[in-house]
């Protein structure tokens, strides 16, 4: 208790987002398993499925763009709030009547959990930068490093939870349940939040929420990559596979992805100790170098859905190979954005940055449910190789030289 009352103002404001965040991430979790779940049981096709998303995930680009703009002009103190608050709304929302919840209903509902989810995660991101001094890159790496995979640790968690929900409570009882706890929460950011973390020295212009770096433009599209790569495959088809041809209930799935997204989280914290610091300070250099491994990685799950050789084993054992290599490519690039962004309005940079990531997971997702109703998991895979290869390629025209700060 003693070490938090000695700690700085800006550093209590910014554990405070961070656990809104946390807590934000476990509703955000099992919300999604929750709904691929139960809308499946109710017979809804993988592509019907990925549309109740749709509008999720387009909002996620339109909000990273204002959002970053409000954070740098508002603080991100305000923006965080905002965000808890949607939430509530969305998962009341969806504690309605089953047959109230037609298609555009629920894509209405995860529109307004789109906005909160990126309101949340820019607010969140952004603020690293005010607390890590310039030129301490390894310090930044690390911070990056924890925020975002004790996150994605959280959301599996979220995946488990919501699992367990659909299992002993009804869809509506867990949303009610949910809505309970942020509002816990939201309540208590409403009384702590107190100061303008992020908030810009200068008013920033609206036109100010697209990037003019080169570099940040660059690695912008190769996460627009990078996680429609992931998402064409996890988003919808995995779980629907998994629950048709090895004929695993809703426990064992969401069970399983959750561990799945727990490792994830738990390998994307470590990522500043797996990759050799002063090696990873050239960007093309590292980040080509693991988009290739993923890569080949992919490539070997398709070849075994495509010729059905031990197809339980090796997608089982390449999802775990997959996440970890794709845990560290995410790692780094949340690392980068970080660093390359400028200081004064930081929200603004990682504002544009996390729009190319959630255009990428809506580019996914769509084609999750499309592709695998059509085609099946096979022709997922072998999408989000030509994905990867793309954001490989992207990632050669990123700095050569070392990453010096220079904001």
Sequence with gaps: MKRLASLSNDIKQYLIVTGNYWAFT???????????LHFHALGYSPLSI???????????????????????????NKTMNIGLAMQIIALLMLAVPTEWLTVVYVMIAQALSGIAKDLNKMSAKSSIKMLVNTGQEGTLFKWVAILTGSKNALKGVGFFLGGLLL??????????????????????SLYALQNDLGKAKYKPKFSDIFSKSRSINILSAARMFLFGAR?????????????????WDHWTVGGFLALWVMGYGVVQSLAPKLINFKASRSPNTETVKWAGLLGLVTLSITLSLYFTWEVKTVLIGGLIVFGILFAINSSLHSYLIVSMADSDGVSLDVGFYYMANAMGRLIGTVLSGWIFQLYGLAACLAISFIFIGCAALISIKLPTAPIINNN
């Excluded at 476990?26 to 691929?36: N, Q």
């Excluded at 549309?51 to 603080?75: Q, S």
């Excluded at 299992?167 to 208590?188: D, K, R």
């Design 167 to 188: 299992t002993l409570l009804s869809f509506n009882g867990a949303m009610f349940l949910m809505a309970g706890f942020l509002a816990l929460v939201w309540s208590y």
């Design 26 to 36: 476990l509703t955000d979790g099992a919300l999604r398993m929750l709904v691929v």
């Design 231 to 247: 998402d064409v495959w996890f988003v919808v088809a995995l779980p629907v596979f998994l629950s048709q041809a090895f004929a």
């Design 50 to 76: 990925a549309m109740l998303f749709l509008f999720y995930e387009c909002f996620g680009v339109v909000t990273n763009l204002v959002g970053g703009f409000l954070g740098a002009r508002l603080g991100l």
